[in-house]
């Protein structure tokens, strides 16, 4: 299984980034994003299932999309009006919640926003 993320990179705050994550190996039945800060615990940013429905992190609602390729069972977060606060490495994720239950995760990618 292997879940390869890319897209990350530094932007100013206001701009938007892409962030892809193409899941090989597996499939998912729930697709998301998390990402970590330093000196902070790993955060729910997104979720989407194999049917579409989202769910988002209060703090990024109205601002990232995510969005899923179920023929190529990839997973993205579009990410407008950054902000400084988004800063993090970003990781996704692919899991199942019926048994077998599982979930993967990718390497991580690093956005960083400069205010």
């Known amino acids: 299984v292997q879940l390869q993320a890319s897209g990350g990179g530094l932007v100013q705050a206001g701009e938007s980034l892409r962030l892809s994550c193409a899941v090989s190996?597996?499939?998912?039945?729930?697709m998301g994003w998390y990402r970590q800060a330093p000196g902070k615990q790993r955060e729910l940013v997104a979720t989407?299932?194999?049917?579409?429905?989202?769910n988002y992190a209060d703090s990024v609602k109205g601002r990232f999309t995510i969005s899923r390729d179920n023929r190529k069972n990839t997973v993205f977060l579009l990410m407008d009006s950054l902000k400084f606060e988004d800063k993090a490495v970003y990781y996704c994720?692919?899991?199942?919640?019926?048994?077998?239950?599982?979930?993967?995760w990718g390497h991580g990618t690093q956005v960083t926003v400069s205010s």
């Open positions: 994720n692919c899991k199942r919640q019926l048994k077998p239950v599982y979930t993967y």
């Open positions: 190996g597996i499939t998912c039945p729930i």
């Open positions: 989407i299932s194999s049917g579409g429905t989202s």
